[in-house]
């Protein structure tokens, strides 16, 4: 069977898969059972899009020795898995603290034709926490209970198996692949995880230090690179425009500034959320020293849709807290007088705000590529372009003046991405998953106390990521989108269980007394 061939069915095992993973049917099968063939028909799409993405003969350059030292190394694996298990099982904290260390970390991996930055040590983490949940469920573990479905399982359902489908008309089979098997059938698995494993206890303390206090070396590393004006890692990119460039970018641990700056956007709201429920002074001090940290590190990375991202988070943190009137009153004058301040004392902002010429120049040709997007969805309204058409058939409509001035041939952009490579029928779906996704947070928020301030402060982090989407895409191919909408869901979820049994079990005529 050929390459091409083997994909297709792939893709149609795996979409079929994710469907019966995450949609709330209870019927032909009970949930636990269904659930358990979805992973199953996910894992095998998984193993065969991933192995036709192995350089050909790969298996035949192993000699003796090697398959011997891959022998060892595996049972080594198998040893540390068996102990990471026990551990999980015992202390289920720890693999939300390992889950927060993970979600930053890419590592740079050649597949096939292409180089790409993978989360190698998360995937290791969803593994783990995968076995340790099957593990427990055969034990019979109290942290492994059935979890309930969330509302947006089957809009997330429906959007990501019609995603996986669309590579089977993929004008680039193997971007598309490499699509599925690294962010949208684990990141499905990781979302379902993060769900199942939240009621356990610890998993919100966990992740929010363990961000806010990874992002402060991150941070400490990005000024330093500021300071000395060197020690970019990963980017050559980087490097070279930063020798031509006035302003001198840094990524940390990170391959692009962007990306940097959206995890310490996360990191500021976070520690933000915790200092408004925090008790204590050492603790306010902590979490101030940790926001000033980070908020230089953000700044020296000058990306404007981090900047972007994180006015649109801290907006949403102050609805909450002080309530939509003073918000927006406040809000508005501070964006008139830094606005008035910025066109005065600035030439090229003035330039920016009249001209759109300079304004698509200053954008680094965002306006180009969402007219091109634009452009792919009039050839392909209905199904699109498939998943990872975009730059292909982007640049196979520039002319050779066009290839010569654009340099970014990335989408930046991800409504318009899903537009372009899964046509009105994907746009369609992803309107459904984001408005969903949204009034669930929302609603669950309204239960008041800590519960729903945590609920609250999560949403201001999956709309910074959106946000920032809008300008640099990767919104589904970001971890974070997935832990950040699985807590908060589980949150609502929790704080919406002792209200209901409280109904359940009250005599006729008893009123419930609401959670908090």
């Known amino acids: ?16 898969g994710v469907l019966a993973f995450l949609l709330p049917l209870e019927q032909p ?3 636990a059972a269904r659930r358990g063939v979805g992973l199953g028909l996910m894992g095998i799409g998984w193993a065969v899009l991933g192995g ?15 398959v011997l030292a891959a022998l060892v190394v595996l049972v080594l694996v198998l ?42 040590p998360l995937y290791a983490v969803i593994g783990l926490g995968l076995v340790a ?8 573990a109290d942290a492994c209970r059935p979890s309930a479905s969330t509302p947006i399982d089957l809009p997330l359902g429906l959007f990501s198996a019609y995603l996986v489908l669309s590579s089977l008309w993929s004008g680039d089979p193997e971007e598309a692949a490499i699509k599925v098997v690294f962010f949208y059938l684990p990141f499905v698995v990781l979302f379902r995880l993060v769900v199942a494993w939240w009621p356990a206890g610890g998993a919100l303390r966990a992740l929010g230090i363990t961000t806010v206090a990874l992002a402060v070396p991150v941070s400490l590393l990005a000024v330093a690179q500021y300071v000395v004006r060197g020690g970019i890692y990963w980017n050559e990119t980087l490097q070279q425009a930063n020798v031509y460039s006035s302003l001198f970018r840094v990524n940390s641990i990170f391959f692009d500034p962007n990306i940097l700056g959206r995890f310490l956007v996360i990191a500021i709201l976070a520690a933000l959320a915790m200092a408004w429920v925090a008790r204590g002074r050492g603790t306010l001090i902590a979490l101030g ?28 943190l102050a609805w909450y807290a002080f309530g939509w009137k003073r918000t927006l009153a406040v809000g508005g004058v501070l964006v008139v007088l830094f606005g008035a301040a910025a066109l005065v004392g600035s030439d090229n902002v003035r330039r920016a705000a009249t001209s759109t010429e300079r304004l698509d ?10 007219e091109g997007g634009l452009t792919i969805w009039r050839s392909e309204p209905v199904a699109g372009a498939g998943l990872g058409g975009f730059e292909d058939r982007f640049e196979a409509s520039l002319d050779p003046s066009e290839r010569r001035r654009i340099r970014v041939i990335v989408s930046h952009n991800t409504p318009v991405t899903v537009l372009s490579e899964g046509g009105v029928v994907g746009f369609v779906l992803l309107l459904g998953l984001l408005g969903m996704t949204a009034f669930s947070i929302a609603r669950g928020s309204r239960v008041g106390g800590a519960s729903g301030w945590a609920q609250w ?3 201001a982090m999956l709309a910074s990521i959106f946000v920032h989407s809008l300008l640099y895409s990767a919104l589904f191919e970001d971890p974070f989108t997935w832990v950040i909408a699985g807590g908060a869901l589980a949150i609502g979820a929790a704080a919406h269980a002792p209200a209901t049994e409280t109904a359940r079990e009250a005599p006729p005529g008893a009123v419930a007394e609401p959670a908090t």
């Open 1 to 16: 069977m050929s390459t091409e061939a083997l994909r297709e069915a792939a893709s149609i095992v795996a979409a079929v």
């Open 29 to 31: 099968l009970p949930p």
């Open 52 to 66: 036709t993405l192995l350089p050909g003969g790969a298996a035949d350059d192993l000699g003796a020795a090697r």
């Open 79 to 120: 040893a540390v898995l068996w102990l990471a298990v026990r551990a999980v099982l015992s202390r289920p904290w720890i693999w939300f603290v390992l889950l927060a260390l993970a979600l930053p970390i890419r590592v740079p991996v050649e597949l096939g034709s292409q180089e790409a930055n993978l989360l190698v």
């Open 133 to 140: 949940w099957i593990a427990g469920r055969i034990r019979g």
């Open 289 to 316: 020293a940790s926001v000033a940290v980070t908020g230089a590190g953000l700044a020296v990375t000058f990306s404007r849709s981090a900047a972007l991202g994180l006015i649109a988070g801290l907006g949403l």
């Open 361 to 370: 120049q200053v954008s680094e040709g965002r306006f180009d590529l969402l």
């Open 457 to 459: 402060a999560l949403l």
